[in-house]
């Protein structure tokens, strides 16, 4: 399932080109793509710029896709935003892997890998998890 990102290049603004024969992400495309390559997501709406070299700008995109997406538990399909204060920092998508879940991710010193979500939240600080309205609706749905 996620073989298709293991060699993936991190790469500020990368989202998902294929260069030299490998994908370039960033976090932020790396989690997009994956919510829409392999859960079958609707992508999300261009809301700005989002880079670790423009936090200011990052933030205010950042405030959009919160709005969008709301905040709660850990769902596969779900952001996983680590978050500095109110600023986001870094983003991973929370998956099902193993019957477990957890979060895949993508930064410049470890490349792709992905951790149980435990694992993720003792290496981030603070972390909020946003999932789209109809995705929360139909896993509480079914845990109802």
Known sequence: ????????????????????????FDCWGLATAIREELLGLQPLPDAGVISRHCLRES????RVYADLLPEGP???GALAAVMSG????????????????AVAEINPKSGFRWLR???????????????????RE???GRAG
């Open 1 to 24: 399932m996620l073989e298709q990102y293991l060699f993936a290049r991190y790469v500020d603004g990368g989202r998902g080109e294929v260069v030299g024969g490998v994908r370039e």
């Open 59 to 62: 933030a205010k995109s950042y």
């Open 74 to 76: 850990p769902i596969p």
């Open 86 to 101: 109110e600023l986001c920092t870094h983003v991973g998508v929370v998956l099902e892997l193993d019957g477990m879940l």
């Open 117 to 135: 979500i435990a694992d993720f939240e003792r290496t981030y600080y603070r972390v909020k998890y946003h999932a789209d309205r109809d995705l």
């Open 138 to 140: 139909q896993v509480c």
